[in-house]
């Protein structure tokens, strides 16, 4: 298993920006790509993005892209979620996972491994 631990979370005005990490340890070896996911109170959650370790190839949820970028430092072990532009619509919580080789892209039982999330709030 992937230990993950998201961070840089909080609350800012629609317009705004904020960018949050996903810090990975354990069988990192495992792991293939990383994904982010949020869930809005009282929705289910959704694809983000996602991003392949070794390529660096990106994905991105129609909503979010154009503002949003995914990014790894392999050194770190860590994924970044740089959001510009922030909308109410995009309050949350957002949670990074793990997605092993042959998973796909963005179905979350594909993702093996979860951290426990944090929250975006954007104010109108």
């Known amino acids: 298993q992937v230990q993950l631990v998201e961070s840089g979370g909080g609350l800012v005005q629609a317009g705004g920006s904020l960018r949050l990490s996903c810090a990975a340890s354990?069988?990192?070896?495992?792991?293939?790509?990383m994904g982010w996911f949020r869930q809005a109170p009282g929705k289910e959650r959704e694809f983000v993005s996602d991003?392949?370790?070794?390529?660096?190839?990106?994905y991105y949820a129609t909503s979010v892209k154009g503002r949003f970028t995914i990014s790894r430092d392999n050194a770190k072990n860590t994924v970044y979620l740089q959001m510009n532009s922030l909308k109410p619509e995009d309050t949350a919580i957002y949670y990074c996972?793990?997605?092993?080789?042959?998973?796909?892209?963005?179905?979350?039982?594909?993702?093996?491994?979860w951290g426990q999330g944090t929250q975006v709030t954007v104010s109108s």
């Open positions: 991003i392949r370790w070794n390529s660096g190839t990106t």
């Open positions: 354990g069988r990192i070896f495992s792991r293939y790509a």
């Open positions: 996972a793990a997605r092993a080789s042959g998973g796909t892209i963005g179905r979350m039982n594909d993702y093996n491994s």
